[in-house]
């Protein structure tokens, strides 16, 4: 069977289902396309249910209306480009700290590291201040014969110091499989601090339901700061800027103006904290102005110059745009001359840039440190170790087949001596990791954050020569900033992964922005992904939907009508088709769309699949035992599972064999059915059969980046439910991901050129 020949649309279908391709009645926009536009909590709180965090990849139906209720806490499992805040405060550990808590934890301390880091380096420097002990004695002692106070004489006829203590020996501890994913437990709030806040909310005419979410995000005098300045709403994930207008007019009456100085900086925080969403770490000047301009903020001019001198964000000068070359220099004099090229101001958050800033200091501090090999001899590999074998930092490419290279370093790595690892984006791609390295040397980055890793030295590094982490284009910055800020000097990094994937649903593209900087050696894999569905996946990653022979029918196209029909061969497809005509179960086959809503989106697949493959009645909060579900335990990261049962504390999974246990007060907001998901969700997982659905009105969702990352994850048959006519070709072909606004390249080019 043939698919997908190139510059056309798909022909005939090899399912013995299918029917004669058909044109789609193209009639709908992109109703569910996975956008950095959030349903809003107040929205969702308006229509008396109660609102649960912030989204991330939400929903935009196209009946959606910026004041109606929505199902925003519904859908707030983060998958896509975009990432949500977490809270980033618990409450003090129990006996055995979840997986998220300490990642969280560890975040806040990086955080504290990196502004004491940057204060000190502001701060005058006092002559010995930092010195203790026989250094510090010394020092006295120098002091005391330049003052005339004592002779030098004195300081010769006492007894011989003491012999220093030898540094304590890292012990390296035996590697601790990763627990099972947890939330992180949100800290208590007092009820005086949540009656205070419930009322200035009733005044203001926002429902009460969000006093929890906001105590949450302003603190316990969120009373006081709510009355002070109402435009605090918009720190709530998931409020817009129209409804924090219409609260601040409720309490200020004819005081509220649109020129307040308090709107136009709540409105620059709000502006930059969806364009984090959207990845970006900064935001160019001139874009926030003209966001400004659109909320109709009179002096969008003066209002960013106010939050700039108040400090609000982070002003940055870039003279080169990202991605460009600099250009030569003329010489003086020379005629004719360009003039220079105005310089790029961009604003920022704090919080990305102490991120971006200490990960651009650790990749330099990598690379500038001679890495420890301990007269260790390499065995002899490839292109890759032997990169790796002389350098800290080492940027690796390839897609599916190459992670094989990646896991080879740590085996010879292993060899060769050296205390190795490898790190994975998912549990999925652990699994798949440890069958190449062995389950002692491969976990997950979050597992590496929260202490389920190797053990740490005497100084709390982490006890590794030598760390592989797999899946690196779903680093955003600030995991990154942590995971390099853990390794200690004389480490060597490897970063590897397929720059043809969707992007980290973070802020940032730590991986792109490495390979661009050029500051360390980059190896390219040359090994293609096997079989049809590799040789169509590497069309795409070009930019062509070429024809592929599938004669075991590994590839097949399904075209359908409408999204209704898409459905229905979708649930046709996973239930019957696939099981009886290539042998592979319903279990190990995934549903992949565009987004959570529209008429062919998760939403739709999941109950259309629910009534067919375990139809209940939805008895723990709408979940039955056997149903499949994806969880997100935090921001970013999406886990699926089974329902095993539900008590008082919540519901309990089974996600790939490890115990899961969802609190009952997150199973609205981070738990949904998991037969269908969206491609951002699917990111560094991987199953036997995969059926990729594209209706009529997912086509402007739809780009190179994301046909590549939902075809990919098919390891041996991939259908390909085909409803969008030329929109496929030429999303492969024409529409690239939007480009992300960061400064880790400038950075690291900076730092290694002061170096030099």
Not at 131 to 160: Q, T
Request: with cysteine.
């Amino acid at each position: 069977m043939t698919a997908l020949p190139q510059g056309s649309a798909p022909g005939s279908t090899a399912d013995d289902t299918a029917e004669a391709a058909v044109a789609p009645d193209i009639t709908e926009v992109a109703a569910d396309a996975e956008t950095a536009d959030a349903e809003t909590a107040v929205e969702r709180a308006a229509s008396d249910t109660p609102a649960g965090p912030g989204t991330t990849d939400a929903d935009t139906d196209a009946d959606a209306n910026a004041n109606a209720p929505t199902d925003a806490a519904r859908d707030a499992t983060p998958d896509g480009d975009e990432s949500s805040t977490a809270d980033t405060t618990a409450e003090p550990a129990a006996p055995e700290v979840s997986e998220a808590a300490a990642e969280l934890a560890a975040q806040r301390e990086l955080r504290a590291r990196i502004e004491q880091r940057k204060a000190e380096k502001e701060a005058p420097i006092e002559a010995g201040a930092k010195l203790s002990g026989p250094a510090a004695d010394l020092l006295a002692a120098v002091r005391a014969v330049e003052s005339g106070e004592k002779s030098g004489a004195a300081f010769f006829a006492g007894p011989p110091p003491a012999p220093r203590k030898p540094a304590p020996t890292p012990v390296a501890t035996a590697p601790v499989r990763p627990r099972a994913p947890e939330p992180a437990r949100t800290p208590t709030t007092s009820a005086e601090a949540l009656a205070s806040v419930r009322d200035v909310l009733t005044r203001g005419g926002a429902p009460e339901a969000l006093a929890a979410q906001v105590t949450g995000a302003l603190g316990e005098q969120a009373a006081d700061v709510l009355g002070a300045d109402p435009w605090q709403l918009l720190a709530v994930p998931g409020v817009r800027p129209e409804q924090a207008d219409g609260f601040a007019r409720a309490l200020l009456g004819a005081e509220c103006r649109p020129d307040d100085e308090r709107r136009g900086a709540a409105l620059v925080g709000w502006i930059l904290e969806q364009a984090a969403l959207a990845g970006h770490t900064a935001l160019a000047a001139d874009e926030v102005r003209k966001s400004l301009a659109a909320r109709s903020v009179p002096d969008p001019d003066t209002a960013v110059q106010q939050v700039i001198a108040e400090g609000v964000v982070l002003v940055f000068q870039d003279g080169v745009p990202q991605g460009a070359e600099e250009p030569e220099a003329p010489e003086s004099g020379e005629e004719g001359a360009p003039p220079a090229e105005p310089v790029d101001v961009l604003l920022g958050l704090d919080r990305y840039a102490l991120a971006e800033e200490s990960l651009a200091d650790g990749l330099a501090r990598l690379l500038n440190s001679p890495v420890r090999d301990d007269g260790s001899v390499w065995p002899k590999g490839g292109e890759l170790v032997r990169a790796v074998a002389g350098s800290g930092l080492v940027a690796h490419t390839g897609g599916e087949a190459a992670r094989a290279e990646s896991a080879a370093v740590v085996t010879a790595a292993a060899a060769a001596g050296l205390r190795a690892a490898g790190a994975a984006h998912t549990a999925d791609g652990q699994r798949r990791l440890a069958e190449l390295t062995g389950p002692l040397a491969a976990f997950t980055v979050a597992g590496l954050l929260s202490g389920a890793g190797p053990g740490r030295d005497a100084d709390g590094a982490l006890a590794l020569d030598v760390l592989v982490v797999q899946d690196a284009p779903q680093l955003d910055v600030e995991t990154a900033a942590m995971l390099v800020e853990s390794l200690p000097d004389g480490c060597r990094l490897v970063l590897s992964g397929d720059p043809g994937v969707l992007g980290s649903a973070g802020a940032g593209r730590v991986f792109a922005d490495v390979l661009a900087a050029r500051v360390c050696p980059v190896v390219a894999s040359r090994l293609p992904d096997p079989g049809p569905v590799g040789e169509l996946v590497s069309g795409v990653g070009i930019g062509e939907l070429n024809q592929v022979e599938a004669p075991g029918r590994e590839v097949v196209i399904v075209p359908v009508r409408d999204a209704g029909e898409a459905v229905h061969r979708s649930v046709q497809l996973l239930a019957d088709s696939i099981p009886r005509a290539i042998g592979i179960s319903a279990e190990q086959t995934q549903v992949i769309t565009v987004g959570h809503g529209g008429s062919a989106g998760t939403r739709a697949l999941n109950a259309a699949l629910k009534q067919r493959l375990n139809p209940g009645p939805g008895r723990f909060g709408g979940f039955d035992p056997a149903d499949r579900v994806a969880y997100a335990p935090a921001p970013g990261r999406t886990v699926t599972g089974t329902v095993v049962g539900a008590d008082a504390e919540g519901l309990r999974l089974d996600c790939a064999g490890s115990p899961v246990l969802v609190p009952k007060e997150r199973v609205e907001s981070a738990l949904r059915h998991g037969w269908a998901l969206t491609a951002h969700q699917a990111t560094g997982m991987r199953w036997p059969a995969v059926v990729v659905v594209l209706p009529g009105d997912a086509a402007q969702g739809l780009n190179r980046a994301w046909v590549y990352t939902a075809f990919s994850r098919a390891e041996r048959h991939l259908s390909v439910v085909h409803g969008v006519d030329q929109a496929l070709p030429r999303a492969v072909a024409e529409v690239l991901p939007a480009p992300r606004t960061t400064r880790l390249a400038p950075l690291l080019k900076g730092l290694l050129m002061t170096a030099e």
